[in-house]
């Protein structure tokens, strides 16, 4: 079946530190994927995002690596910091669906990030 | 604040109650999504719009959830019967799908629902 999971459920950095969050998909129709970062109590907040015709895509201190062949996405944050801790989901959204385009994106689980002072 | 809103952001209700809740998209965002959200999890998908439209459904909207959209802004879920199952964050979100893409989807912060 479909799926978009997490490596590790957990980790915990000291600031400063660079942090990589895994993910790996099953899904070789997937053509999109974001990453979202969850605070407590609010909603999932847009980091980054990739296309499938991509391998890399740097942001503010976050870069997206997409491997294709293994089907793998990570997330690089550098240098976290003491507000980089929550929730982070990977997302896939596999294009044309239905007749529809990009429509529903398929969460994982999640890994928690905590950064230490 | 122009991101996406909803409301109420917290719904106490006892089983067998009716609840709705309002969602209000970014403006000029065409599509509008559904997702819940379990204490420990991703979101999962409920339904989305795009305009009026309701394009997709997910098989977790079971008959007691109706979702719409009648201009194409602001959009209601409408959960009857609610279960105890039925306590879970519920988080909307908008996104502008265009030629130019906009794939990426705004969440609002969630109401959140507790039936006892």
């Known amino acids: 079946g479909e799926s978009v999971g997490l490596h590790l459920p957990t980790l915990s950095v000291q600031e400063g530190d660079n942090s990589i969050i895994n993910c790996a998909y099953s899904n070789s129709a997937s053509d999109y994927f974001i990453w979202y970062k969850q605070e407590s109590g609010k909603g999932p907040q847009f980091i980054i995002d990739?296309?499938?015709?991509?391998d890399k895509r740097q942001g503010q201190r976050v870069t997206v690596l997409l491997n294709k062949t293994v089907k793998h996405l990570s997330l690089q944050i550098a240098a976290t910091q003491p507000g980089d801790s929550a929730v982070y989901f990977c997302a896939e959204n596999k294009g044309h669906a239905g007749g529809t385009s990009y429509g529903k994106l398929t969460f994982g689980q999640g890994t928690i990030l905590t950064v230490h002072p | 604040d122009t991101g996406v809103s909803q409301d109420p952001r917290h719904k106490i209700t006892k089983r067998g109650q009716n609840v709705t809740f309002r969602c209000d998209p970014i403006s000029e965002h065409n599509r509008l999504y559904w997702y819940r959200q379990t204490l420990g999890q991703g979101p999962e998908f409920l339904t989305y719009f795009q305009n009026e439209a309701q394009l997709e459904k997910s098989r977790l909207l079971s008959d007691r959830f109706s979702a719409e959209r009648p201009k194409g802004s602001f959009s209601t879920l409408e959960i009857q019967r609610t279960e105890q199952g039925d306590s879970a964050m519920y988080l909307c979100?908008?996104?502008?799908?265009?030629?130019?893409?906009?794939?990426?989807?705004?969440f609002g912060p969630g109401t959140r629902l507790t039936v006892l």
């Open positions: 979100a908008s996104s502008f799908l265009g030629l130019a893409g906009g794939l990426e989807q705004f």
């Open positions: 990739i296309r499938s015709n991509m």
